[in-house]
């Protein structure tokens, strides 16, 4: 619940509600509201998360904090000097150099300091526009101050003011969970795709409502996300791990491992779950449990399988998706490329969410939603044949070798977890990654259990 702590942070600061909303709206724009963010493009650059870097920096292993001109926290604070007081500041009170409050505290301590016209207009702003475009101008400065961007910037913070004021001053009843469709329509600018009404599944048996989401979503539903959840968690375990505000996290639904289904954010509402904002506006989070550990990729039962085929179908069915469409490559994946509406975890933050198991899945996911939508898709995805040795790591402790590429060939035992050379790919029955010959003779391994290293 970043968005109402940000709120009554900067409210109890003197900041009027419009001044407010219009640098929340600038904040979001710059880290999606979380204090954690490292600039994305570092990421790659320096090879960390947003939770890595920020604990390097924190245990002092991260040295150049300062100067490596990454773009970090609430504000994206990227000049040396401005960091440099991020810095100081963390330290003298002993908090993380990503805490929350912290920032919030040396935000208001630099627009006092530093910006002080903006600060005093902040606390008389009566329009958000104005109040978003003063704080992008004078204080964000971004290197596009386009009005596309002003615009953009100031329908996001129209949104926190739509949704706190009303908070303010009326005191609602509590959302329940059995409001349906009551979402309120978003303040959008003209890109923005109207949301429409959104049902959720009737296939849910077991409700638990996660104060941790965005309401209601800035985008149609055109994606489908699935996770795994690191562990054997009933839907109930599931609920309870996502009620509380401290953990920041949430699906729109669940699977057990019995194939019972849950649900803990409605889909006319953002979950948080992937790391991305933009992801999770647009996408159907389902976090499926795990009967298998790590060693097994997060395997997951058949009876889970089933439940999450079903439930996505019945998503793309009320949500007007006519195909579902996977692509194994994250280029693909996030830039919605070639109609692919399948994105991962892993495409947005340093983790091996959905985990290997399910990961290899979804393609057989896809073909299977896409029988039931009556949509055609290719069974076994053509695997582009391949010579030229590589090698794989094999994960699971159960995945046998076959004489042949095809699970229509005779087992000739099990290969032990390890590190191994493939020598030839081809596609088979079976395996949506295709088969790999090991080099060795023994025979051929389905390479949707084994990754390229
Ligand atoms: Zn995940």
Redesign the pocket.
């Known amino acids: 619940m970043n968005e109402k702590t940000i709120w009554d942070h900067l409210r109890n600061k003197g900041l009027s509600p419009a001044g407010t909303a219009g640098l929340m709206g600038n904040l979001y724009a710059e880290s999606g509201l979380n204090p954690k963010n490292l600039q994305n493009s570092f990421e790659r650059k320096l090879d960390y998360s947003d939770e890595e870097y920020t604990q390097q920096v924190d245990g002092g292993f991260y040295k150049n904090f300062v100067h490596d001109s990454a773009g970090y926290g609430l504000a994206q604070w990227t000049y040396y000097s401005r960091k440099q007081a991020l810095l100081d500041f963390a330290e003298a009170a002993r908090k993380s150099i990503g805490d929350l409050s912290m920032q919030l505290d040396f935000l208001m301590y630099e627009l006092e300091r530093n910006y002080n016209v903006l600060f005093r207009s902040l606390k008389s702003a009566t329009s958000v526009k104005a109040a978003s475009d003063a704080v992008l101008l004078q204080y964000e400065r971004p290197a596009d101050q386009s009005d596309a961007v002003k615009t953009r910037r100031a329908a996001y913070g129209q949104k926190y003011y739509d949704e706190f004021v009303g908070k303010e001053e009326t005191s609602w009843t509590t959302k329940s969970e059995t409001s349906t469709t009551s979402g309120k329509k978003p303040s959008t600018n003209s890109q923005e795709t109207e949301v429409k009404t959104m049902s959720n599944s009737s296939l849910v048996v077991y409700k638990k409502i996660s104060p941790n989401k965005t309401s209601p979503r800035n985008h149609a539903i055109d994606t489908i996300t699935i ?2 959840m690191a562990g054997n968690l009933t839907i109930e375990t599931c609920g309870n791990v996502f009620a509380p505000t401290s953990r920041q996290a949430s699906s729109n639904y669940g699977i057990g491992s019995d194939g019972r289904i849950g649900m803990y954010v409605e889909e006319k509402d953002r979950s948080w ?3 991305n904002g933009v992801n999770d506006h647009r996408a159907v989070t389902i ?1 499926v449990a795990n009967d298998g550990g790590a060693n097994t990729g997060w395997h997951v039962s058949d009876k889970a399988m089933a439940a999450l085929i079903n439930l996505v179908t019945d998503i793309c069915k009320r949500n007007g998706i006519k195909k579902l469409v996977w692509s194994d490559k994250k280029d693909d994946r996030v830039n919605h490329r070639n109609g692919c509406n399948m994105t991962v ?1 892993r495409d947005y ?1 340093n ?1 091996s ?2 985990g290997d198991y399910l990961y290899g899945k979804h393609a057989y996911i896809a073909a299977e939603v896409n029988k039931r939508l009556g949509a055609t898709t290719t069974e076994t995805p053509a695997v582009t044949p391949t010579t030229g040795s590589f090698l794989v790591k094999v994960m699971i402790t159960d995945l046998n070798i076959r004489a042949g590429a095809g699970t229509n060939t005779a087992k000739k035992g099990v290969i032990k977890p390890g590190t191994y050379t493939i020598v030839e790919v081809k596609s088979g029955k079976g395996s949506t990654a295709g088969w790999g010959k090991l080099k060795s003779g023994a025979g051929w391994i389905s390479l949707d259990y084994a990754k390229r290293v």
Request: charged content about 20%; glycine content about 0%.
């Open positions: 996770h795994c779950c992937s790391s976090e975890h933050a983790k969410c959905p």
